[in-house]
């Protein structure tokens, strides 16, 4: 018997999505790959996957899915938002922690909280045919993840497990906080583009992040960036955090799905240990920057992935205080009748 994830509801726009397409840039392939890859490295860890196995990126409206296969192993990565497992008396398992789901059993994603995204991995992953190398939706393009598209209602999501691991849920001993503080940049490589005046404005202003924004860009609202020739230059490489201006002045934070050429000037780019932070953002969500050199950002870059590592590695038996109900009612937890009465001298036994 086959093990699939049915989608009962698939919310505001779930895709399947792993860490990226590498190596097809100069073809004009978007690397892809999720938005936020910390909480894609911790989701994974708490159900025992390798770091970059593919899960479900969830956004905005979290999914309702029902299980079809014997058990799956489940864990929600997200700062605020909750997982609910459906029946007579509703359980609420909050991210961070994994659960075991039987057949039958239906869940739905609450929400994504503080951020516009969350994560929902699978025990085992999903069994999808990669695309180049990746198990990553690219919507625009119409390939990767389930069939080159979000997920729809019917969508019966293959699984490569057919039941759990028997094994203890797993939680996060010192899960992630949401981060304040500006976005850090990396100024050029087009910085000769601009008047002199412009970094500043960058640096001390803030933006906020437009409602066309999308996977393949935030579109920032707030003070033009003067360009010094114009806004036109010869198409080249873009590196995903990369702060391209166009004709408004106004810049556009490229994440996800970015193009991987352009012909607008390019002022900076965010540092890579920032990139998780620019992947949560929301439309209307507040934006500041602030300058760096290569060598911080390539500290900062070391220090983030030992931090999410040491997180990932660093895993506890979950507490006990959600019951599972199914597993309670199948134990024997009663073999003979107790008498708590008083007996023949008086006394309570």
């Known amino acids: 018997m086959s093990a699939h994830l049915l989608v009962r509801q698939p919310g505001v726009h779930t895709t399947v999505q792993d860490r990226g397409r590498f190596g097809w840039q100069a073809q004009g392939v978007p690397v892809s790959g999720a938005l936020d890859g910390e909480m894609l490295r911790l989701a994974n860890a708490l159900v025992g996957n390798p770091p970059w196995e593919a899960a479900f990126e969830i956004v905005h409206v979290g999914p309702a899915l029902e299980v079809e296969t014997a058990s799956v192993r489940v864990a929600l990565a997200s ?170 002045r106004r810049p556009v934070l490229l994440i996800a799905d970015r193009q991987t050429a352009g012909g607008y000037p390019k002022i900076g780019a965010v540092c890579t240990a920032d990139l998780p932070r620019a992947g949560r953002l929301r439309p209307g969500d507040p934006v500041r920057f602030a300058a760096v050199t290569v060598e911080e950002a390539q500290a900062l870059a070391r220090r983030a992935s030992g931090e999410i590592e040491a997180k990932a590695a660093n895993l506890k038996p979950a507490p006990a205080g959600e019951f599972d109900l199914d597993r309670l009612y199948d134990a024997n937890l009663v073999s003979g009748v107790v008498f708590g009465g008083p007996d023949e001298e008086g006394e309570h036994l």
């Open 79 to 248: 700062f605020g938002s909750t997982l609910v497992v459906e029946g007579d008396v509703a359980r609420t398992i909050p991210s961070w922690r994994s659960v075991t789901l039987k057949r039958g059993q239906r869940i739905v994603v609450k929400g994504t909280g503080e951020a516009v995204c969350a994560y929902l991995a699978v025990e085992g992953g999903f069994a999808l045919p990669p695309v180049l190398g990746s198990l990553s939706t690219y919507v625009r393009g119409k390939f990767g993840g389930f069939e080159g598209r979000a997920l729809g209602p019917g969508d019966r999501i293959p699984l490569r497990r057919e039941q759990a691991t028997e094994r203890a849920e797993m939680c996060l001993s010192d899960p992630p906080r949401p981060e304040a503080g500006p976005l850090r940049v990396v100024p050029g490589p087009q910085l000769d583009h601009f008047k002199p005046e412009a970094l500043d404005i960058l640096c001390n202003s803030t933006y906020t992040v437009g409602r066309n924004s999308d996977r393949m860009g935030l579109r920032l609202e707030g003070p033009e960036l003067p360009h010094l020739h114009g806004h036109d230059i010869l198409s080249d490489g873009i590196a995903t955090g990369a702060l391209q201006v166009p004709g408004d």
